[in-house]
């Protein structure tokens, strides 16, 4: 899982490309670092890129998203693939992270 | 196809490519992605909680119904006895602020595949998913 983070006119544009499972999904934590800090975070993910999550990259998408709504911020994923987006349908994550 | 690893602490990633790499599994794209899920998350729930420490065996392997149409996937380790099934499922209308972190995993094998079930048999616990293969 190869994860880029970028600054531009006050939003956060994330790139996501690989796979989050057992082998990563501690670095895919550390990576994801920099954007559990500061306040109001606007933060945009492309997932275009991401093959494959498991049930630990979800725990991080939630961590995520819980951490952005205390600081008031909006975390938004985008292009997801179609069987990525199955599971975060099937497990109720569509209804908690705005995915367009 | 079966193989016991032992001991199978670190050993996940080993047992999921082993079981993945199987000829029953067909080369579907969309159903080895469900396939793969539901074995991550069943290997790992052994390889994490199985064993004090990991130190313990876990025996995989794969099967096909007589008529091909049928995959099944049997884990077998003689760890603490434990019954996945038995945890409810996730509340998946909560919102972000009352959702736990956790608890997903087995719920994601019971939606991919179209059955799993749980025995505990001779000192082992045996969980057994199957996945009707579309042609």
Same mark, same amino acid.
């Given at each position: 899982?190869?994860?880029? *983070?970028?600054?531009?006119?006050?939003?956060?544009?994330?790139?996501?490309?690989?796979?989050?499972?057992?082998?990563?999904?501690?670095?895919?934590?550390?990576?994801?670092?920099?954007?559990?800090?500061?306040?109001?975070?606007?933060?945009?993910?492309?997932?275009?890129?991401?093959?494959?999550?498991?049930?630990?990259?979800?725990? #991080?998408?939630?961590?995520?998203?819980?951490?952005?709504?205390?600081?008031?911020?909006?975390?938004?994923?985008?292009? #997801?693939?179609?069987?990525?987006?199955?599971?975060?349908?099937?497990?109720?994550?569509?209804? *908690? *992270?705005? *995915?367009? | 196809?079966?193989? /016991? =690893?032992?001991?199978i602490?670190?050993?996940?990633? %080993?047992i999921?490519?082993? $079981?993945? +790499?199987? @000829?029953?599994?067909?080369?579907?794209? +969309?159903?080895?992605?469900? !396939? /793969? $899920?539901?074995?991550?998350?069943a290997v790992e729930n052994v390889v994490r909680y199985a064993y004090?420490?990991?130190?313990g065996?876990l025996?995989a392997?794969?099967?096909?119904?007589?008529?091909? $149409?049928? $995959?099944?996937?049997?884990l &077998?380790d +003689?760890g603490?006895? =434990?019954?996945?099934?038995?945890? @409810?499922?996730?509340?998946?209308?909560?919102? +972000?602020?009352? /959702?736990? !972190?956790?608890?997903?995993? !087995? =719920?994601?094998?019971?939606?991919?595949?179209?059955?799993?079930?749980? &025995?505990?048999?001779?000192?082992?616990n045996?969980l057994?998913?199957?996945? &009707?293969? %579309?042609?």
């Amino acid at each position: 899982m190869e994860v880029t *983070i970028q600054t531009q006119e006050g939003k956060t544009l994330v790139t996501l490309n690989g796979r989050i499972d057992t082998t990563n999904a501690d670095r895919f934590q550390q990576d994801l670092a920099p954007l559990m800090q500061g306040d109001k975070p606007d933060i945009e993910m492309d997932c275009s890129g991401m093959e494959y999550t498991s049930s630990q990259g979800l725990r #991080m998408f939630l961590m995520l998203q819980k951490s952005v709504m205390a600081r008031g911020g909006s975390l938004m994923l985008r292009n #997801m693939r179609p069987q990525v987006r199955e599971v975060f349908d099937i497990t109720g994550f569509s209804n *908690i *992270i705005k *995915i367009v | 196809m079966k193989k /016991r =690893f032992n001991p199978i602490k670190d050993k996940s990633s %080993e047992i999921i490519e082993y $079981l993945m +790499a199987s @000829p029953d599994i067909p080369k579907d794209e +969309a159903l080895e992605f469900k !396939i /793969r $899920l539901s074995v991550e998350e069943a290997v790992e729930n052994v390889v994490r909680y199985a064993y004090e420490g990991g130190i313990g065996w876990l025996e995989a392997g794969t099967s096909l119904s007589h008529d091909g $149409l049928t $995959l099944t996937i049997e884990l &077998r380790d +003689a760890g603490t006895p =434990f019954n996945p099934l038995d945890k @409810p499922d996730p509340d998946i209308t909560l919102g +972000a602020e009352e /959702r736990n !972190i956790g608890g997903l995993g !087995i =719920f994601l094998c019971k939606q991919m595949m179209d059955s799993i079930e749980y &025995r505990y048999e001779e000192g082992c616990n045996i969980l057994t998913m199957t996945k &009707r293969i %579309e042609n």
